[in-house]
């Protein structure tokens, strides 16, 4: 089935440094794929999505490229700030017959500090 | 309110009770997704209500748990006789339908933290 894979936390870095987290899915259709953050003691919202391929994804200075070739969706940002500190979850939303089926990686923690 | 609402925020049970979440969803998002968080772990999916379609349950651990929504409105995601691995923040999500394939992001609640003793 489909599924989506992130690279696992925690994952430390200091501020202004590069950020990569890894995603990658497997996929029999044609997904839409997001990254959604969940910030300390607040709920998930979408931080990007991108709906096809080649399609690049971006907010707050975080970036993500559809790849179909490589079916990964990367998360980068180029200089963290101690206020990305949060769990970065990579989602696959597909159709299966009447269903919008939406599925989550298992959420890569970032910290960050001064 | 503006987003999606969920109550209780905390609720302590002891084991072997029953216990009923509630889910506001925004207005006029059709579909709905209900969505268990365990400690320090991802997302694993529950139910999904999507207007008055059959809800696909297929993401239902245990016979103990159900969900009921009505038409487009509030959903209530019932456990009962709880287990202690049933600790968990439950969280509910809403959205349009798509009229494209896939296209609509979700909007979440808080989540309610459920503690089984």
């Known amino acids: 089935g489909d599924s989506v894979t992130q690279m696992e936390g925690p994952v430390t870095l200091s501020e202004e440094a590069f950020l990569t987290i890894n995603c990658t899915y497997t996929a029999t259709g044609y997904p839409s794929l997001f990254w959604y953050v969940q910030y300390p003691g607040e709920g998930l919202q979408l931080l990007l999505k991108?709906?096809?391929?080649?399609d690049k994804g971006s907010n707050k200075g975080f970036e993500a490229t559809y790849r179909k070739e490589t079916t990964s969706f990367h998360l980068e940002k180029g200089s963290v700030q101690v206020s990305d500190s949060a769990v970065y979850f990579c989602?696959?939303?597909?159709?299966?017959?009447?269903?919008?089926?939406?599925?989550f990686g298992a959420g890569t923690r970032l910290a960050v500090h001064p | 309110g503006a987003g999606v609402s969920q109550s209780p925020s905390n609720k302590v049970t002891e084991k072997g009770k029953d216990v009923e979440l509630r889910c506001d969803p925004i207005s006029g998002h059709t579909a709905l997704y209900w969505y268990r968080q365990r400690l320090g772990q991802g997302l694993e999916f529950l139910i999904y209500?999507?207007?008055?379609?059959?809800?696909?349950k297929s993401g239902l651990p245990s016979d103990r748990f159900s969900a009921e929504r009505t038409g487009e409105s509030v959903s209530t995601l019932t456990i009962q006789r709880t287990q202690q691995e049933d600790s968990a923040v439950y969280l509910c999500a809403s959205s349009f339908n798509p009229t494209g394939p896939n296209n609509s992001p979700l909007h979440f609640g808080n989540g309610t933290r459920l503690t089984v003793t």
């Open positions: 991108a709906t096809k391929a080649d």
């Open positions: 989602a696959l939303r597909y159709r299966d017959g009447g269903y919008n089926k939406l599925i």
């Open positions: 209500f999507q207007g008055n379609s059959a809800p696909d």
